[in-house]
């Protein structure tokens, strides 16, 4: 099937062709047809399967006849982050250069003022979050009442992000005579009532994960002790052939202070999470994806759903707590058939939540062990029992060597591979990791880094 057998017009096939799609993925080619006859649709598909397209595409068919007045848009997006948010308004850029129509894009974060000049002109697609949406209708700046096509978008992530009252209220305020579209990963029940409850005898369509993780992305963990992670993380950073990478971490201060470390050490990273004022984290985003910034350290929501091209590595710095967002995060790579690595550091504590990811994703991922605690048991011993030789005589070591505890993880390039051990039951948050050593004495050359890690 091709893209105009879908009932889309001229100026959408010439923008698509120029973009460069042959062929429409599975979701466009269920739920484009079914948009444009206006049904109601619950669209079971994850990021990463093309599913924005599958409504945008439609969408600006269908609006590209008539007008929006001022403050009353034709249609609303609905998304659970910024960045989400950001990426539709992209993909209605992108596929509407050949149409004349306007769109707002309202997200927190950003100047109230800007966003009501641009909704007093009139927008024809409204993307917004749910807070600043009911923030602007709130203050009366803006008008629900013409609106004809509503989308939630990852509706899965409004739930674990607690938005489903926002939204439900929200719809209150749209016309009752309006087209909805649900696109969600999963279907729990709270999502299936929020469908039970606004959406018209809708169709349902479904497509499976763009790919099996297991496919194209190769799982690796790496055993630690809490106080080795960032210098383990380092070296791995150093041995993997990295074009560019995601680094998340459970902890918004984590991802601040694993953010400044790595730069301080002479690598390309910056930080990305939810507590950053807007405009740094737009900043942020584009410098990576204009390949500007390597290293990308952030927490899941900041990430969540990006679409990045050419991600080459992963890294979780903390394992998720959920096996769920294991899979978005390994998602970031190993996208559009190309192959992705995903390295997950993990603790004694972490046994229960690897075991619901191992589960998750089908077991078969390669464990390694670092040598530093093996060599720090197996080391101590013998000179303490056996007395060997008295060793040669040495000058008072340089002061970065007598720092060297922290740094034997730089040993640590030839792993053993153990296997993991399974246990169903996923565990809960809440546990802490110790704190992390201090630099000083901290080895790290940055004569070692590649090149292209470099700042
Ligand atoms: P999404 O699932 O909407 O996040 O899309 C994932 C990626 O697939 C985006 O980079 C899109 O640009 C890309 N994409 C969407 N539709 C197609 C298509 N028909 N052919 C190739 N790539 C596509």
Same mark, same amino acid.
């Given at each position: 099937?091709?893209?105009?057998?879908?009932?889309?017009?001229?100026?959408?096939?010439?923008?698509?062709?120029?973009?460069?799609?042959?062929?429409?993925?599975?979701?466009?080619?269920?739920?484009?047809?079914?948009?444009?006859?206006?049904?109601?649709?619950?669209?079971?598909?994850?990021?990463?399967?093309?599913?924005?397209?599958?409504?945008?595409?439609?969408?600006?068919?269908?609006?590209?006849?008539?007008?929006?007045?001022?403050?009353?848009?034709?249609?609303?997006?609905?998304?659970?982050?910024?960045?989400?948010?950001?990426?539709?308004?992209?993909?209605?850029?992108?596929?509407?250069?050949?149409?004349?129509?306007?769109?707002?894009?309202?997200?927190?974060?950003?100047?109230?003022?800007?966003?009501?000049?641009?909704?007093?002109?009139?927008?024809?697609?409204?993307?917004?979050?749910?807070?600043?949406?009911?923030?602007?209708?709130?203050?009366?700046?803006?008008?629900?009442?013409?609106?004809?096509?509503?989308?939630?978008?990852?509706?899965?992530?409004?739930?674990?992000?607690?938005?489903?009252?926002?939204?439900?209220?929200?719809?209150?305020?749209?016309?009752?005579?309006?087209?909805?579209?649900?696109?969600?990963?999963?279907?729990?029940?709270?999502?299936?009532?929020?469908?039970?409850?606004?959406?018209?005898?809708?169709?349902?369509?479904?497509?499976?994960?763009?790919?099996?993780?297991?496919?194209?992305?190769?799982?690796?963990?790496m055993?630690?002790?809490?106080?080795?992670?960032?210098?383990?993380?380092?070296?791995?950073?150093?041995?993997?052939?990295?074009?560019?990478?995601?680094?998340?971490?459970?902890?918004?201060?984590?991802?601040?202070?694993?953010?400044?470390?790595?730069?301080?050490?002479?690598?390309?990273?910056?930080?990305?999470? =939810?507590?950053?004022? +807007? !405009?740094?984290?737009?900043? *942020? $985003?584009?410098?990576?994806? %204009?390949? #500007?910034?390597?290293?990308?350290?952030?927490?899941?929501?900041?990430?969540?759903?990006?679409?990045?091209?050419?991600?080459?590595?992963?890294?979780?710095?903390?394992?998720?707590?959920?096996?769920?967002?294991?899979?978005?995060?390994?998602?970031?790579? =190993?996208?559009?058939? +190309? !192959?992705?690595?995903?390295? *997950? $550091?993990?603790?004694?504590? %972490?046994? #229960?939540?690897?075991?619901?990811?191992?589960?998750?994703?089908?077991?078969?991922?390669?464990?390694e062990k670092t040598i530093?605690?093996?060599?720090?048991?197996?080391?101590?011993?013998?000179?303490?029992?056996?007395?060997?030789?008295?060793?040669?005589?040495?000058?008072?070591?340089?002061?970065?060597?007598?720092?060297?505890?922290?740094?034997?993880?730089?040993?640590a390039?030839e792993p053993k591979l153990?296997?993991?051990?399974?246990?169903?039951?996923?565990?809960?948050?809440?546990?802490?990791?110790?704190?992390?050593?201090?630099?000083?004495?901290?080895?790290?050359?940055?004569?070692?880094?590649?090149?292209?890690?470099?700042?």
């Amino acid at each position: 099937m091709d893209f105009a057998q879908l009932g889309l017009g001229e100026e959408l096939l010439k923008a698509i062709e120029e973009i460069g799609y042959t062929t429409p993925t599975p979701i466009q080619e269920k739920a484009i047809p079914i948009v444009l006859m206006a049904r109601d649709l619950i669209g079971l598909a994850q990021t990463g399967t093309g599913k924005t397209a599958s409504f945008t595409l439609p969408m600006i068919e269908m609006l590209s006849s008539g007008r929006a007045r001022s403050r009353m848009p034709r249609s609303l997006v609905l998304a659970p982050t910024r960045e989400l948010a950001a990426q539709v308004a992209e993909n209605f850029d992108k596929y509407g250069k050949y149409h004349k129509l306007t769109k707002a894009l309202l997200v927190g974060g950003e100047s109230m003022g800007d966003q009501i000049k641009i909704l007093e002109k009139g927008a024809d697609v409204l993307i917004a979050t749910p807070g600043r949406l009911l923030d602007l209708f709130d203050r009366g700046q803006i008008l629900l009442s013409d609106i004809k096509i509503l989308v939630i978008d990852e509706a899965d992530r409004m739930l674990d992000m607690g938005f489903i009252p926002d939204i439900e209220k929200i719809i209150t305020f749209i016309p009752m005579t309006r087209q909805t579209l649900l696109f969600s990963a999963t279907m729990q029940p709270e999502i299936k009532n929020l469908a039970d409850k606004f959406l018209s005898n809708p169709k349902s369509v479904s497509v499976a994960p763009p790919a099996s993780p297991a496919a194209t992305v190769d799982h690796r963990m790496m055993e630690v002790s809490p106080k080795d992670k960032k210098y383990v993380l380092r070296d791995l950073i150093q041995r993997e052939n990295i074009k560019n990478a995601f680094v998340f971490c459970n902890r918004k201060k984590d991802v601040d202070m694993l953010g400044k470390w790595l730069a301080e050490k002479g690598f390309s990273a910056a930080a990305l999470h =939810g507590d950053m004022v +807007q !405009s740094k984290r737009t900043e *942020t $985003l584009q410098a990576f994806k %204009d390949g #500007k910034i390597s290293l990308m350290v952030c927490s899941d929501v900041a990430a969540r759903g990006l679409d990045v091209s050419g991600v080459s590595h992963v890294f979780n710095y903390d394992v998720p707590f959920n096996a769920d967002d294991y899979v978005h995060r390994i998602g970031r790579t =190993g996208r559009a058939g +190309q !192959s992705g690595k995903a390295w *997950t $550091l993990i603790t004694e504590d %972490d046994d #229960k939540l690897v075991a619901a990811i191992v589960k998750l994703v089908g077991g078969n991922i390669v464990t390694e062990k670092t040598i530093k605690s093996e060599k720090a048991e197996v080391a101590a011993k013998p000179e303490k029992a056996e007395k060997p030789e008295r060793a040669p005589r040495r000058e008072k070591p340089a002061r970065a060597e007598r720092h060297d505890r922290d740094d034997r993880s730089e040993k640590a390039s030839e792993p053993k591979l153990v296997t993991v051990k399974r246990s169903s039951k996923p565990e809960p948050s809440g546990r802490r990791y110790p704190i992390l050593p201090d630099d000083e004495g901290d080895k790290f050359h940055e004569d070692n880094m590649p090149a292209f890690l470099r700042k």
